[in-house]
């Protein structure tokens, strides 16, 4: 278990992200003679999928429709994105990777809390959008499943090391700034020829004009033209520190003010135009005391070869032990499956008590020093944590490099999953039976 932030879905999810696509689930039920929009290696995208992921933007931006690009060109974004679910939903299947009921449950369940909600209050909600809960299930499942598909890449592919760490920390003036960015792409393929580059180079020079004459704003000039996954949101690349861009950026980004934008940038993907949308300092006065935590920690992980329900019952049969008397470090040593501390007993060292997320957390701050928790479970299995000790620390110089490991993790998992997506997109046989491609070859 190593101690970067893991990237949640049950407690963080909000209840648009599913409803917007979980349309698609019940037209798909209610019209049984429904066309098929696109195949996509052995599955299919149906014509109501597709229109109802159209009809949900649509419904988003039922204010400010005069952004959406026209409807050729919506359709073929969208269409894209489904063939991108489409495509890890395979491969994560191909891989064992499945999504048993329990979990399912237990997300809903999560997802309702932290809508302030019930399971039945959540259905209710459901309901009101013209949606069911057996609809949202499915398509929350399918998140689920491509989340996990998203960590197992991390886990074997993304490594920081102190190095880069350290080179990070010595920015000092790096770590405290952030930047809201925005970008527009417009994409090449790969081994693009001259007359492609020169395509491209003239669309995106256009679309820069029209920005720099004012003639459209850059979010609704992203929605009509950018080819980049965040098209549809304006372009929108959220709140980043300097290690979590891309380093031929970063020389750019310190000349810039507020609202500005440059480019045409040429990238590996294409051409790219960037807006520094706003920037804030958040670096703390004084210093930061928080409380510390030692522990050591049994998992038992939840796989293609164990699901939810195996590992549960392993994990009581393991507390069962431990209530019996049995050391903690020579159990953790037996039967632990976190392969980074199974040899040292399961020591996690001294950590902040949300190192490991917020159910990991809300067990460890519940026990007094030498207690032992009941199993509970994560998104990594399930776990019998003991807390050995506790602690009031200065932890800003340690909280600082865990937080830049994670950004340069961050930066590295977008860069290296957007490369694994593009090389699945381009390996795939797509036959597009709608749209303003539907007479073009398959590829």
């Known amino acids: ?35 098929i929009a696109a195949i996509v290696d052995e599955d299919v995208i149906l014509q109501s999928e597709l229109d109802d992921q159209i009809r949900a933007i649509r419904t988003q931006y039922a204010d400010r429709l005069d952004q959406l690009p026209p409807q050729a060109v919506l359709e073929r974004q969208v269409l894209e994105r489904l063939v991108l679910t489409k495509l890890q939903l395979a491969r ?9 009921d329990e979990e399912l449950n237990y997300t809903l369940n999560a997802i309702a809390q932290n809508n302030g909600t019930t399971l039945e209050g959540l259905t209710q909600r459901l309901a009101a959008d013209g ?20 960590q197992n890449f991390a886990q074997s592919r993304i490594v920081v090391s102190e190095g880069e760490v350290d080179a990070a920390l010595a920015q000092a003036n790096l770590n405290t700034i952030q930047y809201n960015l925005a970008n527009i792409l417009v994409a090449v393929p790969e081994g693009a020829t001259a007359e492609q580059l020169a395509t491209a180079q003239t669309k995106i020079d256009g679309v820069k004009a029209l920005i720099d004459k004012g003639e459209m704003d850059f979010n609704a000039a992203a929605v009509r033209y950018s080819d980049g996954p965040n098209a549809l949101e304006g372009g929108d690349l959220g709140w980043r520190t300097m290690d979590e861009i891309p380093n031929g950026f970063t020389q750019l980004l310190e000349q810039m003010q507020p609202g500005q ?6 990238g590996p993907s ?16 004084g210093a930061q005391t928080v409380t ?27 507390s069962a032990r431990l209530a019996a008397g049995a050391d903690f470090a020579e159990v953790a040593k037996e039967t632990s499956e976190d392969t980074n501390t199974r040899n040292q007993g399961g020591d996690l060292g001294w950590f902040a008590a949300d190192a490991f997320g917020p159910q990991f957390g809300q067990q460890v701050t519940s026990l007094t020093d030498g207690g032992i928790s009941a199993p509970f479970r994560t998104d990594a299995g399930w776990h019998i944590v003991q807390r050995m000790a ?7 110089d340690e909280n600082r490099r865990a937080q830049v490991r994670e950004t340069i993790g961050r930066r590295k998992l977008e860069e290296e999953y957007n490369r694994f997506l593009q090389e699945m997109r381009g390996e795939a046989f797509v036959d597009f039976r709608s749209g303003d491609r539907a007479a073009s070859t398959a590829n």
């Open 390 to 396: 506790s602690r009031q620390t200065n932890a800003a």
């Open 131 to 150: 949606l069911t809960l057996a609809a949202f299930r499915q398509n929350l499942r399918e998140e689920l499943t491509i989340q996990r598909l998203r």
């Open 292 to 318: 510390e935590v030692q522990a050591r920690h049994i998992l038992v992980r939840i796989n293609a070869a164990q699901d939810d329900a195996t590992a549960r019952a392993k994990a009581q049969a393991i």
């Open 1 to 35: 278990m190593t101690k970067t932030l893991p990237v949640l879905l049950a407690a963080t999810l909000a209840l648009s992200t599913a409803t917007a696509t979980a349309l698609a689930q019940e037209a798909a039920q209610l019209q049984p003679l429904d066309r």
């Open 270 to 285: 294409g051409f790219q135009l960037l807006k520094l949308v706003n920037q804030r300092d958040t670096s703390a006065a």
């Open 92 to 100: 994560a299947n191909g891989s064992g990777m499945r999504i048993g």
């Open 261 to 266: 934008v440059v480019g045409p940038i040429r």
